[in-house]
């Protein structure tokens, strides 16, 4: 099997599962205990929330774990806005996560919240100028994601929070999709909350975090033991944390040595393609973008059906989030970039990992040719 969907999960790492099995087994205890099996979960918890910390360059008290990205997104969108109510007025993207668009849509539903959504070109960037147009005296949130999950498009977010701060607003990022691949300093992006997700950097499904400056009010999502400072209730899962830590910490520590390795297989996926398969085209910008995310479409196929055929012949990959996986509608990120229905319905999207190799990539290049193909010869028949 030639695995090219890490934008969806990544394998889980032996150190994660390593790091986490005392905590599974014999270190049981609830970290709000005090026992000596509880304080042994509480000194793994803060270690695990310190090197989160490390990595992203903010106190350990900013870190919130949370049961992914997904919720990390929720308690940033909702949290921030209703805790911090300068106006009624957010601001996003259209190409945003469904966790953010749809947190976006619950405030404007239940508590009056007015959205505007600023404009992307054809790559999928948001430019400064576009957010300006957009920005007004009650905007209190703005949430921009550093890379987009579906076409790898790297978005300008450190101009982006400048230019919202100099409004008065706050800016979040979903940073979902760039961890292991861009750096996650919250200081050189300028932004007041970012997520994260375990699951794309090598640790168990059901782990992340939002990274929260400690100055902000942030009202909670989840109600109970006012765990987590009071921003997340919930016994907190500590062998998750310290398998999303142990895993972000790796990924940032190869990711100089794997994003430009990657980069380049991406880089020759893309050309193979191009070159092989008549009318295919390389979707997002083409020079901000992920390392290992090259996502085309494919005009006279369905995307669905080529997956199909590339799994036949051993090639897993995706036809865009896997969110919204089994949805007929087509992708909202494709169709914001000003593609039509037809034609983002035959989209499919490849994302390499850190141990993809360049055999892989010449065989899942001959396999996109040869599925392309056979689609087309169906459909036209």
Avoid: Y
Avoid at 134 to 145: A, E, F, G, I, N
């Amino acid at each position: 099997m030639i695995f090219l969907d890490h934008a969806a999960t990544t394998p889980v790492r032996r150190e994660a599962l390593e790091a986490m099995w005392p905590f599974l087994t014999g270190a049981f205890g609830n970290p709000s205990s005090r026992h000596g099996l509880g304080d042994e979960a509480a000194r793994a918890l803060a270690a695990a929330r310190a090197e989160v910390a490390a990595v992203v360059g903010c106190r350990p008290g900013d870190v919130v774990f949370t049961s992914g990205g997904t919720e990390a997104d929720n308690l940033a969108v909702k949290g921030l806005a209703l805790a911090n109510p300068r106006g009624r007025h957010l601001v996003i993207s259209p190409i945003e996560h469904e966790a953010v668009l749809e947190s976006a849509h619950h405030l404007s539903r239940q508590h009056g919240f007015e959205i505007s959504e600023v404009a992307v070109d054809a790559g999928g960037v948001v430019e400064a100028d576009a957010l300006a147009r957009v920005l007004r005296p009650d905007t209190t949130l703005v949430s921009v994601q550093l890379a987009n999950n579906e076409i790898g498009t790297v978005q300008p977010v450190a101009d982006l929070a400048a230019l919202a701060h100099a409004h008065g607003a706050l800016m979040h990022s979903d940073a979902v999709q760039a961890a292991g691949w861009l750096s996650l300093s919250i200081d050189e992006l300028g932004v007041d909350a970012l997520s994260l997700a375990g699951h794309k950097v090598g640790a168990p499904k059901g782990t992340g975090a939002l990274i929260v400056r400690g100055r902000l009010q942030l009202e909670p999502v989840l109600h109970g033991g006012g765990q987590e400072r009071g921003r997340r209730s919930g016994t907190e899962n500590v062998a998750g944390a310290v398998a999303f830590a142990t895993a972000l910490r790796l990924a940032e520590a190869e990711r100089a040595d794997v994003a430009p390795r990657v980069a380049a297989l991406g880089a020759d996926l893309a050309a193979r393609v191009v070159d092989t398969v008549p009318g295919a085209r390389l979707t997002g910008d083409p020079a901000r973008r992920l390392p290992g995310t090259v996502s085309f479409v494919f005009p006279g196929t369905s995307g669905e059906a080529v997956l199909l055929e590339l799994e036949r012949d051993g090639v897993v990959c995706s036809s865009g989030s896997a969110c919204a996986a089994g949805s007929d509608e087509p992708s909202h990120v494709l169709t914001a970039i000003g593609l039509p229905a037809e034609l983002a319905q035959t989209a499919v999207r490849f994302t390499l990992g850190g141990e993809t190799t360049a055999d892989e990539i010449a065989d899942a290049a001959a396999s996109v040719a040869r599925a392309v193909s056979a689609v087309r010869d169906i459909v036209e028949s």
